[in-house]
């Protein structure tokens, strides 16, 4: 980055904050104390813009924009939680938990998963859509982790952080729409990948219980946040 | 090479085709090859050769004639006789005739209104020339416009000429053309890309498939304008894989321009340089949208980005890059020669110039038509089209594709223009136009639209990729008669969000269909709901006893 | 690479494709086209021939051969119907014309037969909306169609080479 960035004002939630031009709304709003809720977004990793839940309004647009993707500018006025963003988040949340079986009580992850969290953040009582319920396999075949698509939310942290941290880009994402999956290689069993490193980076990045490690049951799989921060920081150090 | 160059081009072309007193026109577009217009044209010339009429009398291959339901379409120097419904066995009648009266029996009237009510800028060689040969181009003034410009204009007097036009992107959102020239060619880029989108991925819509089938050098003089515009040299066509026959003529007209030296460097021995090449699309709709386009031309998987930064600014490997569809392409070149006063002066206030559009469904004249904006549909639906097939009620017109929305009897009064369609619920798009009679269901249609956007949802964001798969599925129970007054107000629910929340254009619009339905045809959803009827009888409703409480 | 495959013509117009655009990862797509088109499907063996030539990872080019509906992973049978499902043809009687077929001959769209002489498959559009409701028959086009004039052509079309 060159020395001479330029400094540029706004205001989110009624408050005013300055920024670095190429800084993004959620950026600044974490500097500042401002939480916006997110599900795809991870510090260290290449933003998605998938998840919708960090959508935010700004005075004098109509439509609503990712805050994890949208940069800064001069003047612009941002409001994170008015009601009818709050409304649409808590939609979206229930849309998440409609799409697959996403049942905590028997969950690995159960008191450590992002998606539950969010649940209680955006005050999700209940989910009033249809439950899709599919079938969805586990593929168990690997010796240390174990993908259960069943409870994927398809934000795709597992693939970046395969491609961008680790570089082996043994995980994608697959067809399209309700249908995407996560593969290994040519969507094959994960324990016959040639290509994984075994380095578990992808598990501990995973927000749900969908990457976990090989025997762990219900509420005992905490996932070590503190992972991929520290390899970011140990990274930029080397630069 | 300068206009007299290429204009002896034409005219020693021109000279060929004038030392025949006939020139038959075959259309070999898609339709009416399908229809096997090439067997016709072959069994023509066998028939001029042993009638032996080969001094006097031409055969030609033409493009899109426009009266598809009436192929294969024959026409007799252009507008001496119109011939449809031609069979290889009609020919020997055809060419015996060919100095004596029209064959009745075959002939379709010139002056009926499918032909009369139209104006032809972006269609305006459609039908005219032999879409194969760079000559039949150059001789109706074909490159001139690029070469004028080149020649005689700055980059910014062109994009001046094209914001007077008022001219806006055909491709479905309407954005003006002259602005987004001018933003590509302010942004700052060592390099930068003109694309053309030509991945017609609306179901029922064929415009773009037949502008390439019929008249391709106007599309690369397009481009060709747009790039010295905005200081591109390189162009990119993203056509769909489907369209086998647009491709094969698209390649040959590019090795043709590449010849003549109007694409390539120093083109017409100026400074300025430009190539187009060919990216095939694979079968996704989102692709239309101009950040999956760009993913999707650089070999990844179709899936948009937000947008800020726009492909203006920031584009096809990170250079400011022009999007444009291939109608649009297709009036730069009219529009440079005619001028851009002409072009205004057509259509209404804020929509100026003709639309192409595709019509198809329950009409009589189904076809490729170019009409000027501000044209009522009932003009569209009744006079070009001839009303509806087998004299059934007219129940509604769908625009838009998925995108769009039904439009109900009540206003077929209504001008087409971009803001009157936003009005009532449907959207321009890119130019299908689908009548539906009364045996169409409004609760089917909608049902088949969020079909069609569920599984050509990307899946990237959530309100889209499980958004339109809830409501495909409360559509389903309400087809079939297994749906409550609730699972409506969740309908109706979903549609507010998934058109606020997702990321692209394919989720923001994919409820569009259902409002629209719902708006317009509401006592068609409660009958299935209320009364397990489906009033037009095409959804299966299965009667179950109730139990006696 | 066996000598086989290395002289297997199909594979020279796969590498000739790659060369075009010096072998860049962005050639991923247009190389997909090739080789669908000189072998009928993406095949296993050729995905890891692309994927080894352009340097592109295996999840990546499954991901993006199998995000494009055009491409097929499986064997085509011996013959095509390509049913089209465009908005035309939808309201002029497709869902008709596609029992009549899977009723006929036993098979699903997106499917083959068991005894491989047919495979079924749908589009969104072919762009022949003028000649609805329209049908591709083993790459050619028949439109104005009704259930009966399709089962007996399809019929017709896979009997021909017995």
Known sequence: MSSSVKIKTLTIDERQVGAREDQTILEVARENGIRIPTLCYLKGLSPYGGCRMCIVEIAGSPKLLPSCMTTVEEGMVVSTQTERIKKYRRSLLELYFSERNHVCSVCATN????????????????????????????????????????????????????????????????????????????????????????????????????????????????????????????????? | MTPEDFKKIGETHRKKRDGFDYTINVCTAAACVSLQSDKVKDELTRQVKEQDKKDVCRISGTGCLGLCASGPLVTINNDQALYGGVKPEDAAEIVKNIDKKPVKRLQIPADMPFFARQTKIALEHCGKTDPEVIGDYLALEGYEALYNCLTTMEPVEVIDIMVKSGLRGRGGGGYPVGLKWSTVHKAVGAKKFVICNADEGDPGAFMDRSMLESDPHSIIEGMAIAGYAVGASHGYVYIRGEYPLAIKRLKAAIRQAERQGFLGKNICETPFSFDVEIRLGAGAFVCGEETALIASIEGRRGTPRPRPPYPAQYGIWGHPTLINNVETFANISPIVRKGADYYASIGTERSKGTKVFALAGSINNTGLIEVPMGITLREIVYDIGGGILGGKKFKAVQTGGPSGGCIPEEYLDMKVDYESLAQVGSIMGSGGMIVMDETSCMVDVAKYFMDFCQSESCGKCAPCRVGTAQMYNLLNLISQGKATMHDMELLEELCDVVRNTSLCGLGQTAANPVLSTIRFFRDEYLAHINDKKCLAGVCVIEHKEEPVL | MNDAASKDKRRKLVDATMRRFGHSQYALIETLHTVQEAYGFLDDDNLKYVAEELRVPLSKIFGVATFYHFFTLKPQGEHTAVLCTGTACYIRGVPGILS???????????????????????????????????IVLDGEIAGQVTPEIVVDRIGRMIQNDT
């Open chain 1, 111 to 239: 008191g450590y998963c992002e998606l539950q969290s969010m649940a209680q953040e955006v005050e999700m009582t209940h989910v009033h859509f249809p439950y899709m319920y599919p079938h969805l396999e586990v593929d168990a075949t690997h010796e240390r982790f174990v993908l259960d698509h069943n409870r994927c939310i398809s934000c795709t942290r597992c693939v970046r952080v395969c491609e961008e941290v680790e570089g082996a880009h043994t995980l994608d994402i697959k067809d399209r729409g309700i249908d995407v999956r996560i593969i290994t290689d040519l969507d094959q069993p994960w324990g016959e990948s040639e290509t994984c490193t075994q380095c578990g980076k992808c598990v501990h990045v995973c927000p749900t219980g969908a990457l976990i490690e090989r025997g762990k049951s219900v509420g005992e799989m905490s996932k070590r946040k503190q992972l991929l921060p520290y390899l970011t920081k140990m990274r930029e150090a080397q630069k």
């Open chain 3, 100 to 134: 009549a077929i899977k009723k006929n001959f036993s098979v699903d769209a997106g499917e083959t037969t068991e005894d491989n002489r047919l495979s079924l498959l749908t589009a969104r559009c072919i762009g022949s909306c003028g000649l609805a409701p329209a």
